[in-house]
């Protein structure tokens, strides 16, 4: 059999999604579709859109057969990080052969020659870097390359950590009804026009984020700040070089989340990392966790599933290379190293519900049950 792996926010899923769906099916022929999917938090540093049983909901409907959680820990981490997880994921889970991602080049030999690049010891490019050239920037200027698009930058972040499955980059496209994720999370009204029809009731039944969440997230975030001295939170995950001073500076004259972001901004950090540092802020989350879930291994929590799936998962348990998690009560995951990982994964939804305003218990992790189509 052959399953393809797709890493994903689906922030919200829209018909770009569809889209690489489509173009996986026809050119790669699989048996099944896995993807592996944050969850109420994004890797830009935001809160979805929209809760992670939904979106997940929606890709099944759309086309994927399998959802499953990247961990909170790497969903809010650097992207190479993001890569990491997702990639350690899909090659735990055993019968994945190959992964796809949406690239701007679709040039793959050209994205495996940046990738062979060590960047993060390259002397080079951190003096750009301290420069003031953005990474992209930084990373096509060293290898000759031109500017590096986003989606290109995380393929080559895919392709650095992936050991086991054959890679596939699919030609991204931008126009008639497909749009960016962001543009359509600023245009709410439109949704209509970019998502497709399926994940488009799934993403309407839904408790969209709006604008008392984000009061709400930034009296969070203004009360952390304010009441924890700066060598605690220089133990948060994100925080480094001073940035707990940057923070506790910043939070005095803010009047929004924003404001504190732009506050302590520099050239030194972009939006994105003082976003993802102040989430790891607002779930208290230690800057070794990130370090020992490398070392101690990953699980597959699972969102959604249709019948296609519901074999893949079963092959997967068959090989017993990962943790598979379709019942957070029974998990054995619960008395292992990875508790704390998992239990960061706990909280962030128990944190999302209270930002949306929702019952904790309701949609907590522990009542909440994979979506089955």
Not at 32 to 40: A, H, L, Y
Not at 183 to 210: M, T
Not at 214 to 222: A, G, I, S, T, V
Request: proline share 3%; charged share 25%.
């Amino acid at each position: 059999m052959k399953y393809v792996g797709v890493i994903a926010e689906f922030n919200p899923f829209h018909n770009g999604h569809k889209y690489l769906f489509d173009a996986i099916r026809e050119e790669l022929s699989p048996d099944g579709i896995v993807c592996v999917m944050s969850g109420n938090f994004v890797q830009r540093g935001y809160p979805a859109i929209c809760d992670k049983w939904t979106r997940a909901k929606a890709a099944v409907a759309e086309g994927a057969d399998l959802v499953v959680e990247l961990p909170t820990v790497f969903a809010l981490s650097s992207a190479s990080d993001f890569a990491y997880g997702g990639i350690k994921i899909l090659e735990g889970l055993s019968c994945v052969s190959d992964f796809a991602f949406g690239s701007e080049c679709a040039d793959l030999e050209k994205l495996k020659r940046i990738a062979s690049v060590d960047s993060s010891n390259s002397p080079e490019i951190k003096a750009m870097l301290k420069e003031g050239l953005s990474y992209p920037a930084a990373l096509a200027k060293f290898t000759g390359a031109t500017e590096l698009e986003p989606n290109d930058i995380l393929g080559t972040e895919y392709l650095r950590v992936n050991e086991k499955m054959t890679p596939h980059a699919i030609k991204r496209m931008g126009r008639g009804h497909i749009a960016t994720a962001t543009y359509i999370r600023e245009h709410l009204a439109e949704i209509e026009d970019f998502v497709p029809e399926d994940a488009l009731y799934e993403l309407q039944a839904s408790a969209f984020w709006d604008e008392n969440a984000d009061k709400r997230l930034f009296d969070m975030l203004r009360y952390a700040l304010l009441m924890k001295p700066a060598y605690e939170l220089e133990g948060i995950m994100g925080i480094s070089e001073g940035l707990e001073n940057a923070f506790k500076k910043a939070v005095l004259n803010a009047q929004s989340t924003d404001e504190i972001i732009l506050n302590a901004k520099s050239k030194r950090y972009t939006y994105a990392r003082l976003s993802r540092a102040l989430l790891c802020i607002a779930l208290d989350m230690d800057k070794d966790l990130l370090d020992e879930a490398k070392n101690q291994g990953l699980y597959a929590r699972v969102l959604a599933f249709n019948k296609t799936g519901a074999g893949i998962l079963k092959e997967a348990k068959d090989a017993g290379n990962i943790e598979i998690i379709s019942n957070l009560k029974k998990a054995q995951v619960i008395v292992s190293p990875m508790k704390a990982m998992l239990e960061t994964d706990v909280q962030a939804s128990d944190l999302y519900s209270i930002l949306t305003g929702r019952n904790v218990r309701e949609y907590s992790d522990f009542v909440i049950n994979p979506s089955i189509s």
